[in-house]
DNA sequence: TACAAGGTTGTAATTATTACAAAATGCAAA
DNA sequence: TTTGCATTTTGTAATAATTACAACCTTGTA
């Protein structure tokens, strides 16, 4: 599913409980980051945001936590860099696009599963990375 | 470009020396197992299999072996594990497949640029991973 | 036959991630 | 309000894949 941009900390708890999550603070931070900043961010990138408003945060909540969130289905975990896991907020069929001289992923709102092959094997998931230069750096 | 399944070792020295890349016993021997058994394999697969017949043969050689393979343009990095690099000695625009109850990575001979939709952004590489059940596990 | 360039090897380092145990927190029952 | 228990967080240690690096081998050439 889509989503606004923001959603705030008691629609956050909300969110986390129908889900059978415990609203933890950290828990709540770290869903805030994702549905606020649209970066699609790794682990990494998620810890060294919010250790300067949050300095006891551990990186292994960060790692715990997304992983949570990833097996509950809220998260998508997308292997764009190759080996390093990044996150996606968005659940939806979509694609994604990465900038080879900014670094930056989009989303590219379109279902692959509606223009991908049909094959002799059972197709279950898909994933597609496209790369170039985005619309900024051309 | 697709090619014949199995190139001996004349053939294949005179394809190393074309692309720049002295042709080592070892280095013909990596690529020797690349056209002879398609089976995407990761340094740690290769070095596996080998090792029986090369006993003094390093990870470290198979490692920076393909990696120079891939860099000349005679292999593709495929990350359709994740977290581990795989690698497609078949570099024409094609998909892979994974069954994720085997293990097996299949190749699908379908060009994925011509699927995929025009973008706001330049796209130069594309990488389609499908997941499933295979023939053989169905 | 000796030398230089390049290739191979083994070990150590690095990076991303997970495992695990101790400390902290939150909550419910007494 | 305190006690106890379950859960969460934290920090450190372990793991897995990969790369860095220095020493050792080979090979071709003068």
């Known amino acids: 599913m889509k989503r606004e941009n923001r959603i705030y900390a008691e629609e956050i708890k909300k969110l986390l409980i129908e ?29 060294l945001q919010l250790i300067g408003e949050m300095p006891t945060l551990s990186r292994t909540t ?16 997308i292997f764009i860099e190759g080996t390093l ?6 659940t939806s069929d979509h ?3 990465k ?3 900014c670094g930056e992923v989009f989303d590219i709102f379109k ?9 002799e094997h059972k197709v279950i998931n898909e994933e597609v ?8 750096c051309k």
Chains 1, 2 share one sequence.
């Open 129 to 136: 990375y496209l790369y170039g230069i985005c619309k900024n």
């Open 19 to 47: 889900k059978g999550i415990s609203p933890s603070y950290q828990r709540i931070r770290i869903f805030d980051f994702l549905t606020t900043n649209r970066i699609h961010p790794s682990a990494e990138m998620l810890y």
């Open 85 to 90: 896991v990044r996150f996606d907020i968005d």
């Open 99 to 101: 900038c080879t001289k």
């Open 95 to 97: 694609m994604h696009f």
């Open 62 to 77: 960060v790692y715990s936590t997304l992983n949570l969130f990833a097996d509950k289905g809220m998260l998508k975990r």
């Open 111 to 119: 279902s692959a599963k509606k223009l991908l092959p049909k094959t």
